[in-house]
């Protein structure tokens, strides 16, 4: 098993920036996968960004330019730095930990954007 454990949401005014953590702890293999997805009102679960251990990064077409992820593997933590923050980036963030066909989710995290 894995738990997941995020930080870093809250209210931030458009244009603004925050920063989002997730720690993993347990059962956790050397070579895997961490990354967000996020979930807007009323809307389905979408992929933000996805970060390998071997360094490959992915992001979603919409918020490329705008969010880095990155990570530190000793501590087994990813991070999503939001810039440039928008209205449409109001979501529920979600970190995850992927290790072959195995997937766990962390509790979500709120991100509002707003003035």
């Known amino acids: 098993q894995v738990q997941l454990v995020e930080s870093g949401g809250g209210l931030v005014q458009p244009g603004g920036s925050l920063r989002l953590s997730c720690a993993a702890s347990g059962s956790i293999f050397s070579t895997n996968a961490m990354g967000w997805y996020r979930q807007p009102p009323g809307k389905e679960r979408e992929l933000v960004a996805r970060?390998?251990?071997?360094?490959?990064?992915n992001y979603a077409d919409s918020v490329k330019g705008r969010f880095t992820i990155s990570r530190d593997n000793a501590k087994n933590t990813v991070y999503l730095q939001m810039n440039s923050l928008k209205p449409e980036d109001t979501a529920v963030y979600f970190c995850y930990y992927e290790y072959r066909v195995s997937r766990y989710w962390g509790q979500g995290t709120q991100v509002t954007v707003s003035s």
């Open positions: 970060h390998s251990t071997f360094g490959i990064t």
